[in-house]
C-alpha cells in the first residue's frame, strides 16, 4: 500500500481524516494481493468491485459527516470458513461447492463490517479445518511469504500469510487445536485465540463445536488488541458464546503491572527445536523470567483432544462420509473415517479427562498469571514434507504440528502467539497462555515484548 | 497393541452401516493405529469417580 500508512489503526484515523479514501485503501490491497497471491495462494475468492463498492459507500458515509468506526477503511481477509453474504461458505472444501450463497455475514464478519472493516476475499486453509499445513487437495497449497518453499501453517494458513505478506492487515481464523497459534508461529505474525466461549461463532462453518474457537491474526499488538475489541460480545445464536459484555483491552497495553511468569515444561518442551527454545528462553527472560513448572498430564490431554477431534469431526460429516468418501481431500477423509470407528466410552473418558485437566491448569493459575510454552516445536516444514525430526524422533509431520497447542486449546485458555524472529532463519512464536477470560493478560506481555523488540511481526517483501 | 489391517476397518465399519471402500482401508486402517494408540494415553488415566464432563465448557 504505498502512501497508504499500515497498519489498522494509522489506515482508520487517515480514512476517518479523509487523508485517504476507504477507495484508495481497498484498492491499494487488492493490487497487493494481484501482484503477491499468485505466488502465495492465499485467497480463494476476491470480492473485487463489491469491496470497492462498499469503500465508496464509507467514503460517502464519511463526507456526509457520518461516524465511520474505529476501523474506517480496514481491508481484511477471513477463512473461507466464515460467511460473507452473498459468497459460498467453502470451509476449504470441494462439496461445499454445491452450497448456496451465504445469505447473511457471519457474526464476526458483521461486526467488523459495523467497525468500518472492509472484507476483501476469503482465505486458503486445510478442508474442513482438519490440518496444521493448508496443504489442501482442491485448492493447492498456501505458501509461506517468509520461504515459498515452506508451508504457512494451518489450518488458517491463507490467513495468516496474507497478513505476513501485507496483503490484509486483519484476518480472521478459527483455531480448534491450534489453528491460529501454528500458522501465527509459521508466518510470523500476532495470533489470538481468546477463551473458549468469547467470540460467537454463528455463522461460520463447524469443526469440533466443543472446541471451536474463532480469533485474528494482524502484524502488531495494538491492531490486535483494537480488533478484538470490535469482535466482543455475547450473541444468543452461539449456545457456547458466553454472555459477557465487552472487556475493552486496547487501552490497557501499556499497564506496568508486573506479571508473574512460569514456564511450561515437560511435554510443552520435549523435542522442539532450538529455534523454539531459544525463542520461549528469551520471551521468559524478556518478561522478567520465572520458575519452570509441570502442567500434568499433557501428553492425555493432548491425546484426548485428538481423539475427540476425529470422532466429532466424522459425526459432522458422517452423511458425506457415508456416500461421497472420495470428494473429501485424501488427508481428511482417512482421518474421519477412522474417527468415525472410535468407541463411545472413549469419548466420555476424553470430556472427563478434560474436566481434570481444566482443574490442574486452574491450580498454576494460582500462583501464575501467565503461562509460556512455543506454539510450535519446529519451523515451518517444506510444502510436502511428510515427517518432522523431533528430539531425535522421526514422526509423521501433520499429526505432531500441534503437540503444543492441543492441550491448551483443550481447555480453552487464552493465548496470544507472540512471533520471534531470527536474522536469516524462519520465526517461530511463543504461547502466552493467561487464565480463563484473561486475554488482557496475554495481550499485555505481548505489547510488552513488542515493545522490548523481542516479539514482532515482520512483512515478507516489505 | 494388534495392528489395525484392512479386514478390520471393514468388520467396524460394517457394524456402523459405513461402507468403506477398499482403496482407501490402508489409509484408513494407518489412522485408526494411530488414534488408538493415544485413545489408550486416556482410557489408561484413573479418574475420580466424581470428574464428570462439563457439558458447557468456559475453560
Same mark, same amino acid.
Given at each position: ?17 479523509? !487523508? ?117 487437495? !482442491? ?160 501428553? @492425555? ?15 459432522? !460429516? ?33 470430556? @472427563? ?67 520471534? !524472529? ?28 513488542? @515493545? ?11 | ?59
Amino acid at each position: 500500500m504505498k502512501d497508504i500508512p499500515s497498519g489498522v489503526e494509522p489506515i482508520a484515523a487517515s480514512v476517518r481524516a479523509r !487523508h485517504f479514501k476507504a477507495e484508495a485503501v481497498i484498492a491499494a490491497a487488492q493490487n497487493v494481493v494481484a501482484a503477491r497471491d499468485p505466488d502465495l495462494n492465499c485467497f480463494t475468492s476476491l470480492y473485487g468491485e463489491a469491496a470497492l463498492k462498499e469503500a465508496r459507500a464509507l467514503d460517502a458515509r464519511i463526507a456526509a459527516g457520518e461516524a465511520p468506526g474505529p476501523l474506517a477503511g480496514v481491508p481484511f481477509g477471513v477463512k473461507n470458513l466464515y460467511d460473507v453474504a452473498g459468497f459460498v461458505t467453502l470451509a476449504g472444501s470441494k462439496i461445499n461447492q454445491e452450497n448456496p450463497p451465504a445469505k447473511a455475514d457471519a457474526t464476526l464478519v458483521a461486526r467488523l463490517r459495523q467497525a468500518g472493516a472492509i472484507p476483501i476475499g476469503a482465505q486458503n486453509m486445510d478442508e474442513y479445518a482438519y490440518g496444521f499445513t493448508t496443504e489442501n487437495a !482442491h485448492y493447492g497449497a498456501t505458501r509461506n511469504p517468509h520461504d515459498t518453499r515452506r508451508v504457512a501453517g494451518g489450518s488458517s494458513g491463507g490467513s495468516a500469510a496474507a497478513v505476513a505478506a501485507g496483503m490484509t492487515p486483519i484476518s480472521l481464523g478459527s483455531d480448534t487445536n491450534g489453528s491460529i497459534r501454528v500458522p501465527a508461529s509459521f508466518c510470523g505474525v500476532f495470533g489470538l485465540k481468546p477463551t473458549f466461549g468469547r467470540l460467537p461463532r454463528t455463522g461460520t462453518y463447524p469443526f469440533v463445536s466443543d472446541l471451536d474457537h474463532l480469533g485474528l491474526f494482524t502484524s502488531s499488538t495494538t491492531d490486535l488488541a483494537l480488533v478484538y475489541d470490535a469482535l466482543q460480545g455475547p450473541d444468543p445464536t452461539d449456545p457456547f458464546c458466553a454472555q459477557r459484555p465487552v472487556e475493552p483491552v486496547r487501552d490497557t497495553l501499556e499497564s506496568p503491572d508486573m506479571l508473574r511468569v512460569a514456564i511450561l515444561g515437560d511435554w510443552f518442551q520435549d523435542g522442539a527445536c532450538p529455534e523454539a527454545l531459544t525463542a520461549l528462553v528469551e520471551v521468559a527472560e524478556a518478561l522478567g523470567g520465572g520458575p519452570t513448572v509441570s502442567l500434568p498430564e499433557a501428553a @492425555r490431554a493432548r491425546a484426548a483432544a485428538f481423539c475427540l477431534t476425529a470422532a466429532e469431526g466424522a459425526a459432522l !460429516h458422517w452423511a458425506d462420509l457415508r456416500v461421497r468418501p472420495g470428494d473429501f481431500d485424501p488427508a481428511t477423509r482417512d482421518r474421519l473415517l477412522a474417527g468415525a470407528l472410535l468407541p463411545s466410552a472413549l469419548l466420555i473418558q476424553a470430556q @472427563r479427562l478434560r474436566r481434570w485437566f481444566q482443574a490442574r491448569a486452574a491450580e498454576l493459575f494460582t500462583q501464575f498469571d501467565l503461562l509460556l510454552a512455543p506454539a510450535t516445536p519446529c519451523v515451518a516444514p517444506f510444502i510436502g514434507q511428510t515427517t518432522l525430526r523431533l528430539g531425535g524422533r522421526e514422526v509423521p509431520a501433520r499429526p505432531n504440528i500441534g503437540l503444543y497447542t492441543q492441550p491448551i486449546s483443550f481447555i480453552g485458555l487464552p493465548v496470544v502467539a507472540a512471533p520471534i !524472529h531470527t536474522p536469516g532463519g524462519m520465526p517461530v512464536a511463543v504461547q502466552l497462555i493467561a487464565r480463563p477470560w484473561q486475554e488482557e493478560t496475554a495481550l499485555r506481555a505481548a505489547a510488552k515484548l513488542e @515493545r522490548a523488540g523481542v516479539a514482532g511481526a515482520r512483512i515478507a517483501g516489505r | 497393541m494388534a495392528p489395525i489391517d484392512d479386514h478390520t476397518v471393514s468388520v467396524m465399519a460394517t457394524l456402523l452401516e459405513l461402507t468403506i471402500p477398499p482403496q482407501y482401508a490402508a489409509g484408513v486402517a494407518e489412522n485408526l493405529q494411530r488414534l488408538l494408540i493415544q485413545a489408550k494415553l486416556v482410557m489408561d488415566f484413573e479418574l475420580p469417580p466424581d470428574t464428570e464432563p462439563a457439558p458447557v465448557f468456559h475453560a
